[in-house]
Structures are given as structure tokens and as C-alpha cells.
């Protein structure tokens, strides 16, 4: 029977189920990653970030939060060219830390 | 004619008082409620920022007021106002007659079974940031002691910043002792993740954001946005809490071996009992009310009544004991004036 609309699913993070295996090989790779405070500078000041959504706050936390499809999806957009490094006040290299999950990510799909 | 000067409370901030005191030649009383001197230091492990032991710094103080007369057990059943000086009648039955009152009785921990939501008293995974530093200090918690600890949470601003809890103040300690408990677990037990569900940190003092880095970048402590909204156990006796990830904007859920309530600061009802019969006024936050919130901290609206540490307001260890050396010197320069 169809009533017309239906439940779309649940969007809720389940941190139970997250395997944060990778991103633990990653914090020893770049023990910064977990240095980030979610400021949004980096965002902020991302040429690729109004056309494309490219966030690397956002990634950090993606994959975090086991998401890194959209991780990937927004990774595609980046252009290396290194701004977000320069202000991020936590002095996290964020330019290598892209390098750094593309290397790790792609290595073991 | 000697002046008596009588300390309430005997926490650091009465302590390290008596101990000035005493090292300018008076001789003050101190009266403390309970059958120990320190007050809640006395029962942390080690404080932040550097770990350094509560028991080296409260053993420190009391020696420095040894020479200080010193009641425990004791309350003051009444005060009365005489002409130009107060009567105070002490529970033991003895009177003393004096012109000059330092209130040190400090704060209450915020009681967390009020948060319903939380489970303090119902689960057995659930305890707070005082029962989590009673067990560092050696103090055997089955709790604790039964749990897996291969996942373990910490709650901020239990019983603060929350009007339903009455108390809309921040708690300001409880940040930090966070981050420092969380480190601790992590010490104790490396393979366990560590979450903080915070709404801010607050790391205002000297060194705390760098400790907050620390356990970021060095202890892995996983720090999540979002104000835990409800706790239940499941059929395992595991909690399982929910929290908006705020910064993704999704509903978060996970299952804890234990979960621990940063729960805050409030004025203490002995506080207020002693305030009462005064009588001095409580603050618009709940605690006693300072003579001026900026210039005269220590002082009461009471001519030759003093103020230091947590009864006026959330403190640190060194902030309270830097108003203990002020008031100390405030008592100095209040007796000076009666010559
Ligand atoms: C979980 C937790 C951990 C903390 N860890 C740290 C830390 O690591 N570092 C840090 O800097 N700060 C820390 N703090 C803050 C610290 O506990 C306070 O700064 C400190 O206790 C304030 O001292 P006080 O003497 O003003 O008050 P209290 O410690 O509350 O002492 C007051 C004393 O007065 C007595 N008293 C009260 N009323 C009466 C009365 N009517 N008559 C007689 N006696 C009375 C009480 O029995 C008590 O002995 C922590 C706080 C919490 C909640
Ligand atoms: S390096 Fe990539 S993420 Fe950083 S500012 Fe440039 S395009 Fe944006
Ligand atoms: S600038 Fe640095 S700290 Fe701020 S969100 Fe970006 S990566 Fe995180
Ligand atoms: S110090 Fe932190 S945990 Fe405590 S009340 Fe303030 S914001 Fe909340």
C-alpha cells in the first residue's frame, strides 16, 4: 500500500559500528589530525570551497564519523594549493594531510 | 587588645589565610564543619595543568596553619550582633566575641541524580568527575572496578549553564578537569576510546589549552559538539547515550563501559546557612555576594567581613589561594585601621 510519502533513512552516526582503524594509521602518520578545532578557517579561505563544498574540516571529520565517501567526493575538488595551511591556527599541514589520506585511503581499497 | 579572627571553613582558602595570618603575628581560629581540614582538594588526586599531587599541596597548607586554633566538627549555631563586634556561638558550646570574619566555605558539587535524563543512581555505569577522583585517589568504586572500560565518556556542564538545573552559570573548572580525567583513563587504560561531548570549551587559564592539545594530538581523546541529551542501558548493562554531532549536523549514538558527569560548581547550603545569620547576600549566580565583582572581591558588604575562594563563585585552586593571600592582607590592613 502506498500512503504517499516513506520514511527516508536514518542519517544517525552510529559511533559503535565506526571502524576508525585507518584513521588511527593516519593519526600515527599525521598525529596533527587530531589537533583540529573545527574553526573553519581552513573552509573559509578554500578557492575550491564556494563552487565545490571541498572542506578539509569537514573531511577531518567525515572520517571520523565513517563517512569517507563524502570524504573522497569532496577531496576530488581540492587543487593542493596550500591556503588552508597557511591559516589554520593550529598549525595543522593541512596540504599534506590531503596527501597523506589519499595515500593511506586509495593503498587499501 | 587582641583581635579575634575567625576563619569559616577550612578548604585552602581558609587555610592559606591562617597560614598569612599567622606569619603576621596574629592568631586566627579557624572552624571547619567536617572532621578534616583541605575541603574538596582534599579528596582530588592531582591537579591541573601539571598533575601536581592535591595531597602534597593540602599537607603544605595545613602545616603552614598548624599554629592557628583550629575547631573541626564544629558549626556556628548562631550569630549576634553587638554594638561594634559579633558573638558567635559555636556548636561545641564555646562563644567568641570578634569584630573580624573571613567566610572560605567554598562550594557544593552540583547534585547530578537532578539531571534525571543522565541515570546518576540508576545505572551502574554512571558516575561523576568527584567519584572518577575518588577512585584515582585510591578508593575502591565497583562501579569502576566491574566495568570493561573499552569505551568511555565524559559529559560536560552537568548541573551548569542549564536553567532547568537552576543554575545557569558556567562551572569554569570543569573543561579542564575533563581533559584531565580523560587523560588519565587513557593513561590507565591505552586501548579504550575517550569522548568528551562538550557545547564550548572553556580553556582560560594559564597552560590549559595546551593540555587540551595534549590530549587531542597525544591521547587521541575524541571531542564531539553536542550536549548529551539522554542515557539508557541495554541488556548487556552498557549505557548508550545520544548527542547531535553538531558539527555535522547528525544524530550521534554510541555504547559506553562508562559514562562520567563533569557536574559543576554551586553554593553550598552550609554557605548560605552562615550567610543567613549574618547576615550577607547571595549574588544574583547563587553564591555570596562580593562587595564590588571587580575592585573588592574579598570583601563583603560587612564592614570587617572577608571573602576568599569558591563561596563567592566557581574557582581554581590558584585563584582561590590568591584570594586567600588578599583577604589575608585585607584583615592585616582592616585591624591596622581600628588603631
Ligand atoms: C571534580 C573537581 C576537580 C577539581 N580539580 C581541580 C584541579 O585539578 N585544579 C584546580 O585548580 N582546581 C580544581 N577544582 C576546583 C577546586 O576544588 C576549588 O578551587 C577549591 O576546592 C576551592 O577551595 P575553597 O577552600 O574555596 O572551598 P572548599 O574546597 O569547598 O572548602 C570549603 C571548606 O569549608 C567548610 N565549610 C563549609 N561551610 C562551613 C560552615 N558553615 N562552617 C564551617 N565550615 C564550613 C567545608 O567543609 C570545607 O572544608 C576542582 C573542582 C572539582 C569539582
Ligand atoms: S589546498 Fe585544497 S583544501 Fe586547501 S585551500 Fe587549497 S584547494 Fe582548498
Ligand atoms: S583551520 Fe585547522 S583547526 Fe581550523 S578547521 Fe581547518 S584544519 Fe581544523
Ligand atoms: S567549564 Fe566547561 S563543562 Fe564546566 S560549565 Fe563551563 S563550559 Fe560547561
Known sequence: ?109 | MKENIVIIGGGIAGLEAAGQLLKLGYSPIIIERTERLGGHVASWHRLFPDMSPAKELVDGLVAAASGANIFLNTEISFVNRLKDSYNIMLSNGISIITRIMLVTTGFSVFDASKKEEYGYGVYDQVITNRDLEHWFNGNADPRIDNSAMNAVGFVHCVGSRDEKARNSQCSKVCCITAVKQAIEIRQKFPEASVYCFYMDLRMFGKKYEDFYINAQRDYGIRFIRGRVSEVSENIEGKVVIKAEDTLSGKPVKVTLDLLVLMAGMVCSQASSRVAGMIPLPTDSDGFLKSKDNVYGVVESPKEGIFYAGACTGPKTVPEALAEARAAALDVHLFINGLK
Do not use: W
Open chain 1, 1 to 109: 500500500m502506498d500512503f504517499g510519502f516513506r520514511i527516508s533513512p536514518s542519517s544517525a552516526i552510529n559511533l559503535d559500528n565506526v571502524d576508525l582503524t585507518l584513521f588511527e594509521r593516519l593519526h600515527e602518520m599525521e598525529p596533527d589530525v587530531y589537533k583540529c578545532m573545527a574553526c573553519g578557517s581552513c573552509s573559509a579561505t578554500c578557492p575550491a570551497s564556494v563552487y565545490s563544498g571541498m572542506s578539509i574540516r569537514k573531511v577531518i571529520l567525515c572520517l571520523q564519523r565513517g563517512r569517507e565517501k563524502e570524504a573522497f567526493r569532496m577531496m576530488k575538488n581540492c587543487m593542493l594549493c596550500g591556503k588552508c595551511t597557511m591559516v589554520c591556527p593550529r598549525g595543522i599541514n593541512t596540504r599534506h594531510l590531503i596527501l597523506s589520506i589519499s595515500k593511506l585511503y586509495s593503498e587499501t581499497k
